[in-house]
């Protein structure tokens, strides 16, 4: 029996790593970040209009990144939103069986390209065609990898939300059919509002996996931070900006590096807060059918 | 036109829309991998494959990315496999429904939806400075092993909740321990469900690029990885460096290592499928 005991402690040992990664997080973005607010105030960081960290005249205001992160993922789910859901009621109520068994995996695949690939695609393909539409489109702007991201996370919208609308009884489905409502009547009058609870987490997922995202920005948005809601200049984000920092030969343990901790717990904590919210709206809406 | 028949216009409508909105997400990729492939075929030749980067792009090479690729897919796959696995028999199988279990489960599903750069964040930290790691392999393979750990436990948790119960109270009722249940009836049928979620998360390190850069894993290396200890690029790296630059002919080069990266990912995923189906076959789980 004392070695099914040690093979328990490994087993507890290897699940507590978890909580110890958790730990870890909070403590280093914590710790530094406060070293960094001893330095800058708090007030600052969160009211100045610049970003300026690596210049002589430094500023430390963090809204500059905030509403490029929030613009570029505004765009990404201007695009994936009416796409994904219209693929989830789609597949669920108009498409043959085979069709679904096809096209469900090879939707997954736009989530398993390597986001650096989509980077690539922004710049090189994406922005080029946009220019000719757009003339006065910067080389690097908000629009082109906002669409790209958008793409990119069309499988997180349509996958969860059609999960959604699977677990809507049959009863209310059938009801509807019975009054003689169309497919389409179905779908927006009985299933949507049923499932909105998990299309609501599932929208809040992609919203919190586009604020994260990173590659595509770094490549294709450039690197200004910049105070605008205009999709066609050059901006940054917060990842993007962590990005440039790590890439450059900024001192270790410099107020200047020390600017990735505070940008990076902006950033957990806006995340944390979605997929929590997220999680949260999942949990009660499966108790609501079971 | 009698309302009827407007419903019956719009559901069809509709239809087509939902049509369009299903393929064209997937055309896009098509037609970008095309152009990629357009681009890049040309620059994919044996010296490009076993070359060093230089400045010059059209005597530029991608060994020591792939060769890291390589490193990195063996050691973070070395490390997160019993740490992942073992997390996810404890939580299934062992731990009790309390006030930990709940806590444990929260936090991984937390875990997962971190964005990835963060766990580049922490693994400088805790990897490359504490740890004293510096820019590593062993650094990076740490970093992502964090990064896929949710998703290694999650998936070995699904494998053994598909295993069905008969077989578990057969081998208590022949006497079996709890362990010997586990490693000799639980985890054999559960393992092709459990790699096919390893090798899906694999797939994804891999491709990560941010991570890595936020580690300090270098743009520019001129030698190949020969221990864990050794500086290194991956492929990701490679393709952000060369995208980076102005000259075109760095892009054809970006465009050729996208084509080899992808191969990987690819074939990766395709084993994954391919294990899955094979399991529904077999077992019917």
């Known amino acids: 029996m004392k070695k099914e005991k040690i093979i328990e402690g490994f087993l507890f040992a290897c699940a507590a790593i978890t909580l110890l990664t958790t730990i870890g997080i909070i403590w280093v973005l914590l710790s530094q970040s406060f070293s960094f607010f001893k330095e800058v105030s708090v007030w600052d960081f969160l009211t100045d209009t610049q970003w ?214 902006a950033l957990f904590v806006f995340t944390f807060l979605l997929n929590n919210i997220s999680f949260w709206i999942n949990k009660k809406y499966r108790q609501e059918y079971e | 036109m009698s309302k009827r028949s407007l419903n019956n216009q719009k559901d069809r409508w509709f239809q087509y829309f939902g049509i369009f909105s299903t393929l064209i997400g997937l055309i896009l990729l098509a037609l970008f991998i095309f152009q990629i492939t357009r681009d890049g075929i040309g620059r994919i030749d044996w010296d490009f494959i076993v070359s060093l980067p230089s400045r010059f792009y059209a005597k530029a090479g991608i060994l020591p990315a792939w060769t890291g690729t390589l490193w990195i897919f063996a050691l973070t796959a070395i490390i997160v496999i019993p740490i992942g696995v073992g997390a996810g028999i404890y939580l299934q199988e062992y731990a009790k429904k309390g006030r930990l279990s709940n806590i444990l489960e929260i936090n991984i599903a937390n875990l997962a939806g971190v964005p990835s750069i963060i766990y580049g964040i922490i693994g400088l930290e805790i990897f490359v400075r504490v740890l004293q790691m510096g820019g590593s392999l062993l650094a990076g393979a740490f970093t992502l092993a964090l990064l896929i750990l949710p998703i290694i436990i999650v998936a070995t948790r699904e494998a053994f909740k ?123 789980l």
């Not at chain 1, 205009?230 to 900024?250: C, M, N």
């Not at chain 2, 941010?210 to 990701?236: C, N, Q, R, W």
């Open chain 1, 52 to 265: 300026t960290p690596l210049f002589a005249d430094k500023h430390f205001g963090i809204l500059p990144l905030l509403t490029g992160t929030l613009l570029i993922t505004v765009i990404a789910m201007l695009v994936a939103l009416p796409l994904g859901l219209t693929i989830a009621i789609y597949l669920n109520e108009y498409a043959p069986k085979g069709f679904r068994k096809v096209v469900k995996p090879l939707l997954e695949v736009l989530a398993a390209v390597p986001t650096v690939v989509y980077g690539f695609f922004a710049l090189v393909v994406v922005t080029p065609m946009l220019q000719k539409l757009i003339p006065g489109l910067s080389g690097f702007n908000a629009l082109s990898p906002g669409i790209v991201m958008g793409i990119m996370i069309i499988p997180f919208i349509s996958s969860l939300s059609e999960d959604a609308l699977y677990s809507v009884p049959k009863s209310l489905r059938e009801a509807s059919y019975g009054m003689g409502a169309t497919r389409l009547q179905t779908a927006f009058r009985v299933l949507l509002p049923s499932a909105s609870s998990g299309i609501l987490a599932s929208i809040i997922l992609a919203f919190s996996r586009a604020i994260g995202e990173t590659m595509i920005v770094a490549i294709a948005a450039g690197q200004q931070p910049r105070l605008t809601l205009d999709p066609t200049v050059p901006i940054e984000t917060i990842t993007a900006y962590i990005v440039q920092v790590s890439l450059g030969d900024v001192p270790h343990g410099s107020l200047e590096y020390r600017t990735i901790f505070s940008a990076g717990l």
């Open chain 2, 162 to 284: 598909a295993v069905p119960k008969s077989i578990k109270e057969a081998s208590y009722g022949l006497g079996a321990t709890k362990w010997q249940t586990i490693w000799y009836q639980i985890l054999p049928i559960a393992s092709a469900n459990i790699i096919t979620g390893v090798i899906l998360a694999l797939a994804r390190a891999i491709g990560e690029t941010a991570p890595l850069i936020v580690i300090g894993a270098l743009a520019y290396v001129p030698f190949v990885a020969k221990s864990p200890m050794d500086e290194f690029t991956v492929l990701p790296m490679q393709i952000f460096n060369w995208v980076s630059r102005p000259q075109h002919g760095f892009l054809m080069n970006a465009a050729a290592a996208i084509l080899v990266l992808l191969v990987f990912v690819f074939i990766l995923n395709g084993i994954a499928v391919y294990l899955r189906n094979r399991s529904r076959k077999k077992f019917g």
